[in-house]
């Protein structure tokens, strides 16, 4: 603002020195003080003008920002219900005494021992189906038996 201070009061300097009429003088301050009023308040209306725009774009911003976050939020809850910090858990129902516990799922595990009725259980990770089936006693919890494909014809 000082620059332009500085350039105002050099012009007004300069055509005091140039004009020598005083009616002539004084109406071209006035008519140059107007104009500069005009100037003035377009500037003014301007600058209200991008104070608004920069609020609205603020506020926009915090919104975006807010739902970023939830978005982010969300994301990490299903990160953590795919993906658990303590690895997957696998569910076990003993096929001695029907208990159902639940270990974490170790493919070099072999065999796991029921916290119920201490029986050893052997675990088979390659989900061979077929294998089961030789062995299958139609005891295990929520089974009619492995050999349903009979029953069907």
């Avoid at 500085?6 to 007004?12: Q, R």
């Avoid at 009023?37 to 608004?52: G, R, S, V």
């Avoid at 219900?81 to 159902?100: A, K, L, M, Q, T």
Wanted: glycine letters at 4%.
């Amino acid at each position: 603002m000082g620059t332009i201070k500085n350039e105002y009061k050099s012009f007004l300097d300069d055509i005091e020195k140039n004009i020598k009429n005083k009616e002539d003088l004084d109406y071209v301050k006035k008519r140059f003080a107007s104009f500069i009023d005009i100037m003035l308040e377009q500037i003014d209306y301007i600058m209200e003008y991008k104070k608004e725009q920069i609020e609205k774009l603020e506020r926009t911003q915090k919104q975006i920002e807010e739902k970023m976050s939830k978005m982010q939020n969300v994301l990490d809850n299903i990160e953590k219900d795919i993906y658990s910090e303590d690895g997957f858990d696998f569910e076990i129902v003993c096929p001695y005494c029907n208990y159902e516990f639940v270990i974490d799922l170790d493919e070099n595990k072999t065999e796991v021992e029921c916290p119920e009725c201490k029986n050893t259980i052997e675990l088979d990770w390659t989900g061979d189906v077929d294998n089961e089936a030789e062995g299958c006693s139609g005891e295990c919890h929520g089974c009619s038996g492995c050999n349903d494909e009979d029953d069907d014809m």
